[in-house]
């Protein structure tokens, strides 16, 4: 199917997603670091727009963005399919995904980590609103796909491992077994399949990254 590279970080969660997609489908790739603070050439001539990871070069086409990498996965590769054929089913992931992203990692769980006093309570309690959604979705249910891993698996993939590290350096807690009994089954499960396991990055380096990363908005926030 052509030659295959993917520009990444190790600590991105939206990168780490990207190589899930690939091994379920058994496509070999060549990984290529990048370093954001010193953006490489390659970097800036396939996603001269953005200038972010992940991107997904194929036939030397670039792909940029997580999501839009996924479905072009799975669209380029048949096997063990993400998406449902369903129209409606695909919709819904589709929403979900997002709906992880914006809502979840750019929005509540991320002012969750910054805030402070007050303010930190009123963000974790958004962030748990989120989470409650998405256990309403998993509920019953193996896997967001449903028996197989599917897109809003490898979507919300990162909660288990990304999540917990984001809690230690925030100083909080946000996904209680109690109150979110088939989420938390979920995270366990999903983190122990071995293809998952081997993409996740180590978590005291994950952990130095968000200590840094917050330290830096904090001091954003505050100059």
Known sequence: MGEVKLIATTQSLFCTRVEWALKLKGVEYEYIEEDLRNKSPLLLEYNPVHKKVPVLVHHGKPIAES??????????WKENPLLAE???Q?????????????????GAFEAACLAEGEEKMKAIESAQESLAFLEKQI?????????????????AGWIPHWLNVMEEAGG????????????????????????????????DKLLEYFNASISYMRSLATS
């Open 67 to 76: 999501l839009p990498i996924l479905e072009y996965i799975d669209e380029t």
């Open 86 to 88: 369903d129209p409606y």
């Open 90 to 106: 695909r919709t819904k992931a589709r929403f979900w995904a997002q709906f992880v992203g914006d809502k979840c990692v750019f």
């Open 139 to 155: 509920e019953g249910k193996k896997y967001f796909g449903g028996e197989e891993i599917g897109f809003l698996d490898l979507a």
């Open 172 to 203: 909080m807690k946000l996904l209680d077994a109690e109150k979110f009994p088939s989420l938390h089954e979920w995270a366990q499960n999903f983190i122990q399949i071995p293809l998952i396991r081997e993409c996740i990055p180590p978590r």
